[in-house]
């Protein structure tokens, strides 16, 4: 069984040679090989966020290996390993930056901790690149090392929302770059809130989150002025403006927290209170609807 | 008839896995095919600036197809459009995007609105590169969708330089990543200006606006020190500076105004203008040749 | 002879449509070549940072052609070069760049300046991408151009480190997008100094500079906290943290001089000095060791 295609997930960026350099590695070792590269700007060192672009990805990867490097603790006793699933292999870190597509794929169907050095290089991407390129030249899980219980392989940590009373209390997992920020929420999760809901968002901190009220569309240009929940293109929740920047507009981080319930006002959203004062510039939180 | 090249340009960055996914779907329909990155860095939902980098690139693209996507629109009425031209098909949004390098390579054989779902997939990237890839395997324009006429397709707005009296003016339409400011004037335009001229540069602000007495130069070498115009490798003049940025040395922006006209002194440039008092810091504009 | 692959470096940035163009006139003339981009983000006419990289990939790089594109005197005298190594060639201009991957690559063959113009095109990547794609067509270096001395080409300005009594002068040449600051030091250069050795950064101004204690492992997490010398994937040492950025923990900049010398200490770090003062903010240099 040979392979063509190896998907390329890395936080290596490419300001550095290093993408280029286990490229060259692969096209020495598997000539027929093609690299896709997927992205190499996932944050340094960030598993988790890693582990997101992947579980985003998988549904579309071509048949073949993924090769996934997102490593803080590369050097150290996190073990190398490759994992077979329906139409491919994993390959990468047992840190947790696997799990979740693998799950996606449809499931371990076996895995091996890569112990084998004859297919490895002493060299950067030493161990990954050439694991994929030797995959793709028809070498089996067997050769590369020894079999794991694919049970054993660290989840992927992806984030459940959770309900308290009416309320959904979810969180902003991915910003992409044009600053629509995707939620850990599904379309289905809100089906019973309606057409409109209201958003807090930066719920952890009163004395700056932000309450809106918005509609849940499925086209940016449905939005209409102001900030909106899209059902994205991956079926989540995603806080967008149309033609502009959702993060840059509620200033949103990675990880903020954000909470959805039924809309709490009739749908009229006004940026002035009559009758409440507001003491001293940046005072508590704005109130709902505003 | 199958094409063996996708000349990809976008505005999705390569931050996120869009590129990625976009490639991937590719690789998966039409496995023989060979993605070309003409750039994935087009600002976001700057349909002239594609436009524009469209054009550019035209005369170089290889044989085949021309993926482009800077569709602010997506998910609205506006079109997606295959147009057939002389060595290869254009594909992407009908907003004003295509016009230009369809001009450019010789004009539309024919044109179609891509009605046909049948080669897309419900996902990002869900309509273009699907049908990008189907066009690499043989699937005619006729399969995609409804002909349309080609003289209806959004042209791309190319600005155009005026001539009022003796002085063209013109704008900056493309600044480079070394700082390179492209004008919409090309070579002859400028044929009977001699060889140094007095540029006008934010002819918008006479508060602001920097006058200069420049050459116009085939080679960065060439023009000595400070600014001057240089007949780029598309035949056009961009303001530069040997070995450094002329961006940020006038602070020039994308569209700002130029003015060009004859030299205005004897090739003496000076800094000091004896006789002369600027008062109070930022005065008027700086005299012509300072 | 023909070629498989094309490994392009340059400062082209990928903002731009410059290296799509070059892989477009590529594609047209060697449709079978396979371009590996190294890396594109060398700092703008930084000839020496393009060559240090250069220098580091070179013995990954596949088989077949380097193309190298750093180069601030375009247009002007500097001449065009192709150097035949064994198992490739390396395309570029003769300005510096070429000079220390040639020699890591075992020395030049037989090279040759790029004079026949019938290889080239009058376009963007006028000459070394076309030339590329013609050496992969198996086009011999005779054909390209006139003879030249290869002991003519212009040698790398690699920068040596220096002995100054027990303190070894060096500096920092790289720093990755990870902030790791690689040292022209390999690990051999400092097996004299034990398993811990004093650093001092910034060593050309002492009212700034930084002195730190620091072991020399080989794995990031053999650190611990604070900074570290590892010696790293290309055999050299660079000053490292674990999962952070050494960059920016000691303000680090290319070019930056640092001294290694025995321990000071008896391997106690501290950051406090009892019985010194140091007045009025920004005192002069931190004391050794702390």
């Not at 490759?82 to 990468?92: L, P, T, Y």
């Not at 959770?162 to 979810?170: K, T």
């Not at 840059?248 to 959203?269: C, L």
């Given at each position: 069984?040979?392979?063509?295609?190896?998907?390329?997930?890395?936080?290596?960026?490419?300001?550095?040679?290093?993408?280029?350099?286990?490229?060259?590695?692969?096209?020495?070792?598997?000539?027929?090989?093609?690299?896709?590269?997927?992205?190499?700007?996932?944050?340094?060192?960030?598993?988790?966020?890693?582990?997101?672009?992947i579980?985003?990805?998988?549904?579309?990867?071509?048949?073949?290996?993924?090769?996934?490097?997102?490593?803080?603790?590369?050097?150290?006793?996190r073990?190398?390993?490759?994992?077979?699933?329906?139409?491919?292999?994993?390959?990468?870190?047992?840190?947790?930056?696997?799990?979740?597509?693998?799950?996606?794929?449809g499931?371990a169907?076996?895995?091996?901790?890569?112990?084998?050095?004859?297919?490895?290089?002493?060299?950067?991407?030493?161990?990954?690149?050439p694991?994929?390129?030797?995959?793709?030249?028809?070498?089996?899980?067997?050769?590369?090392?020894?079999?794991?219980?694919?049970?054993?392989?660290?989840?992927?940590?992806?984030?459940?929302?959770?309900?308290?009373?009416?309320?959904?209390?979810?969180?902003?997992?991915?910003?992409?770059?044009?600053?629509?920020?995707?939620l850990?929420?599904?379309?289905?999760?809100?089906?019973?809130?309606?057409?409109?809901?209201?958003?807090?968002?930066?719920?952890?901190?009163?004395?700056?989150?932000?309450?809106?009220?918005?509609?849940?569309?499925?086209?940016?240009?449905d939005?209409?002025?102001?900030?909106?929940l899209?059902?994205?293109?991956?079926?989540?929740?995603?806080?967008?403006?149309?033609?502009?920047?959702?993060?840059?507009?509620?200033?949103?981080?990675?990880?903020?927290?954000?909470?959805?319930?039924?809309?709490?006002?009739?749908?009229?959203?006004?940026?002035?209170?009559?009758?409440?004062?507001?003491?001293?510039?940046?005072?508590?939180a704005?109130?709902?609807?505003?």
């Amino acid at each position: 069984m040979t392979y063509q295609h190896i998907s390329f997930f890395s936080d290596y960026g490419t300001r550095d040679e290093f993408v280029g350099v286990v490229k060259s590695v692969i096209a020495d070792i598997a000539p027929h090989a093609t690299v896709i590269d997927i992205t190499h700007d996932i944050a340094a060192f960030d598993v988790r966020a890693g582990s997101l672009a992947i579980a985003r990805a998988v549904p579309y990867v071509a048949r073949g290996v993924v090769l996934a490097v997102v490593d803080p603790g590369v050097g150290t006793a996190r073990r190398a390993i490759a994992v077979e699933v329906d139409g491919g292999v994993f390959v990468g870190p047992d840190n947790g930056l696997l799990g979740s597509g693998v799950a996606l794929a449809g499931g371990a169907v076996r895995a091996v901790e890569l112990t084998n050095a004859d297919f490895h290089l002493p060299a950067p991407g030493a161990t990954f690149g050439p694991v994929a390129a030797h995959l793709c030249n028809g070498v089996s899980l067997d050769e590369l090392g020894t079999p794991i219980d694919p049970a054993g392989i660290l989840p992927g940590l992806v984030p459940l929302p959770r309900n308290e009373g009416d309320r959904l209390h979810c969180e902003v997992t991915w910003i992409d770059g044009f600053g629509n920020c995707q939620l850990n929420v599904g379309a289905e999760d809100v089906s019973s809130f309606g057409a409109r809901v209201t958003v807090t968002i930066g719920s952890e901190n009163p004395a700056t989150q932000i309450v809106r009220s918005v509609p849940i569309v499925t086209s940016y240009q449905d939005i209409g002025g102001g900030l909106g929940l899209v059902v994205d293109s991956y079926g989540m929740l995603s806080l967008c403006t149309d033609r502009g920047s959702a993060a840059r507009e509620v200033d949103a981080t990675s990880g903020m927290g954000v909470i959805i319930e039924h809309a709490q006002d009739s749908g009229v959203v006004t940026s002035v209170q009559i009758g409440r004062t507001a003491p001293g510039g940046a005072g508590p939180a704005r109130a709902p609807g505003a």
